[in-house]
Each structure stands twice: as C-alpha cells, then as structure tokens.
C-alpha cells in the first residue's frame, strides 16, 4: 500500500489487538531477519479483522493480520482458515502475498494471527488512493483485474487440500442460511433484509461453475501496480469452494456503484466499462453470465448482512480507533437491501 514511511509516528504505547511485547518476541522466533522494537500502524480501511503495517528498526515491513477485539461470531474473523488459502495458493497464477507464520496462541495477543510479507503497490479503495494509478495504465489494470479473477476461478479444486473442502449441495444455498444465522445472531428485526432474503431464496439459479471463490473480489482488495498489474489479491477471510459467479456478482457490484465500496472504476478516468470487464471474463473462461442479475442482487445484500455485522462491532467499540461515521454505517445495510431488491426485481 503506497505510504511514505518519513510520515509514521513514533512507536506508539498501545495498539489495539497487540500486546507488543509479547508479539515482538514471538516476531523473534518466527520472523528472525526482524530487527526490534516494532512499530505497529492499524490499516485504516479494514471493516472486519484488524490489519497492521509493522515496522522495525532496519525499516523492514510485515503485515500482520488479527480478528476484531471482543466477541465475534462462531466461524467470523477465521484467519487461521485465511493463512492456510495464501499458503495453498503459493506457487499458483494467483499473486497473493508470501505467509511467513501463523499463531494460534491466545496467550501472545489474545487472538489468533498470522504474518505475511509486505507487498508495495496501490489498495484502490477511494478516490485518492486510485489516483496513485497512472491513467495510461488504467485500462491494463482492468485487464488485469478481470484476468486475476479468471486465474482464481481456474484453480483446481478436485484434488489436493482444497477438494477436502469442496462441500454437496448449493453453495447459495448455504451462503444464505449461514448470513440468516449471522442476522438472527446479531438481533436483526424485520425488513429489507429479510425480504430480500426471501427473493433470493425463491429465485436461486442452480450451481453450475465451482471453484475457489474469494468472496470479496473488487479492486479494493488488490494491490496494484504503477503499471496496472495486480500484485496481490487480499482479504481472503471469505473465501470458498463454492459458485464462482458469485465473485462475478460481487466484481459487478463493486464495479458500477461507488456507494457501498467508497470507490468504482470508472470509464470516464481510463478504466474499462463493466460490459467491457464481463465479456473478458467469458473470453477466459467459457462461462455464460446469463445470471448475472441474481448474481448481483445477492452480491448488494450480502453485503448489506456484512454492513450489519460492521455497524455492530463500530457501535461495540471492538474495531480499534479509526474516523467513522458510525450513524451511515448503521444506515447503509438497509440501502443495500433496497438496492438488491431492485436488480432483482429488474
């Protein structure tokens, strides 16, 4: 993620989620080139697990990666599941960044997590950070974009680690039962959540394409590069072997409406049209996209029930110091919801 280092602060006293010195001496054995003390910056941006940019005195970068203070719910936050994807896809198509160590005892921060090594490049998540993208090579970062996602789909998931995790049945299915639970969970009373839950219950298409799929593909989850590569794809906590046009849904979504996302790829500045995108993605991989509509109302309410759970942990005080509305964000699950029934509906 594009930085200059000269503007960090000092090492701070207290950084939410890491006990410090315990943390600094498990870098100690794990990651031995590190050079103490360190510094730990919170990744502003980050809406569920807890990311942190660590410094040390040499200059050398990690990222370490933690769920939320206090209580999650049962199967949330797992980034245990996330380090073993990263590791899996090493030596893959799929840039993803190199996993260093994983801890799963609580007694050094309170909370699994896992180090993984710092990747330079661009997170386009709003409009500034886009900006850092030259417009020469917006339209090959869109390539790129598609293409990635293309090279997700395409791995092989009838052997090895990853068939152990292929699960029968609709992937769909079990995506809407399991944020049924998340929402009960979470008190959620009725609404439009619930009624468009309905919907797409009674409108689900059959699965016909399974693979590895991602979960939260969009362009603000990828590092990219200056010119236009992507370097890594990130935040794999979502990740399954499931209906990979779910991840088509989702890329839509994100590609055409700012609003949920703080920021869309947008013709007018260099990068290609969605149809431009899609018709990529059908070249690559032979797939039709006739479903698309459904595709894209589940992606908007699913992240509607995601938006939820994010208000939820804002408003309990579990997601570390970071500048947010937190009056829009319980606001915004409600306005997904809307807009899905609308792609649905057409």
């Known amino acids: 993620m594009t930085h200059d280092d000269s503007d960090l602060p000092a090492a701070p006293s207290v950084a939410a989620g890491i006990d410090i010195e315990r943390v600094t001496a498990?870098?100690?054995?794990?990651?031995?080139?590190?050079?103490p003390p360190l510094r730990f910056d919170l990744i502003t941006g980050g809406r569920s697990n807890l990311t942190y940019r660590v410094h040390d005195e040499s200059g050398a970068r990690w990222v370490l990666?933690?769920?939320?203070?206090?209580?999650?719910?049962?199967?949330?936050?797992?980034?245990?599941r996330e380090f073993r994807i990263l590791d899996?896809?090493?030596?893959?198509?799929?840039?993803?960044?190199?996993v260093l160590a994983c801890c799963t005892d609580h007694a050094v921060t309170g909370a699994d997590f896992y180090v993984m090594e710092y990747v330079d490049g661009t997170v386009p998540d709003d409009a500034a950070s886009a900006a850092a993208i030259p417009r020469e090579s917006r339209a090959d970062a869109s390539r790129h974009i598609v293409d990635t996602l293309a090279a997700v789909h395409a791995v092989d998931t009838t052997i090895g680690p990853l068939a152990e995790l292929r699960r029968p049945g609709s992937y769909l299915e079990r995506q809407?039962?399991?944020?049924?639970?998340?929402?009960?969970?979470?008190?959620?009373?009725?609404?439009?959540?619930?009624?468009?839950?309905?919907?797409?219950?009674?409108?689900?298409?059959?699965?016909?394409?399974?693979?590895?799929?991602?979960?939260d593909f969009r362009p603000g989850n990828l590092l990219i590069g200056t010119?236009?590569?992507?370097?890594?794809?990130?935040?794999?906590?979502?990740?399954t072997v499931g209906?990979?046009?779910?991840?088509?849904?989702?890329?839509?979504?994100?590609?055409?409406?700012?609003?949920?996302?703080g920021w869309a790829p947008d013709p007018a500045a260099g990068y290609l049209?969605?149809?431009?995108?899609?018709?990529?993605?059908?070249?690559?991989?032979?797939?039709?996209?006739?479903?698309?509509?459904?595709?894209?109302?589940?992606?908007l309410w699913r992240l509607a029930a995601i938006a939820e759970g994010v208000a939820a942990r804002f408003r309990a005080g579990v997601m570390g110091e970071q500048d947010i509305d937190v009056t829009e964000l319980s606001e915004r699950p409600a306005r997904l919801a809307e807009a899905a029934r609308a792609v649905l509906i057409g």
């Not at 498990?26 to 050079?35: K, L, M, N, R």
């Not at 010119?227 to 979502?238: I, Y």
């Not at 049209?273 to 992606?299: E, K, M, N, W």
């Open 26 to 35: 498990w870098f100690a054995e794990h990651v031995p080139t590190a050079a």
């Open 65 to 80: 990666r933690r769920p939320p203070t206090g209580h999650v719910l049962a199967s949330a936050h797992d980034v245990v």
């Open 88 to 98: 899996l896809l090493a030596g893959t198509p799929v840039p993803v960044p190199p």
């Open 176 to 215: 809407l039962r399991r944020w049924h639970r998340q929402l009960t969970a979470g008190g959620v009373g009725p609404g439009p959540l619930w009624e468009v839950h309905d919907l797409l219950t009674r409108r689900m298409p059959g699965e016909r394409w399974t693979g590895i799929a991602h979960g």
């Open 227 to 239: 010119d236009g590569t992507v370097r890594a794809v990130l935040d794999w906590e979502l990740w």
């Open 243 to 261: 209906d990979v046009l779910a991840d088509i849904g989702w890329l839509t979504a994100a590609w055409t409406s700012a609003e949920p996302f």
């Open 273 to 299: 049209d969605i149809d431009t995108v899609l018709a990529r993605y059908v070249d690559a991989t032979g797939r039709s996209l006739d479903d698309l509509p459904y595709y894209q109302a589940f992606a």
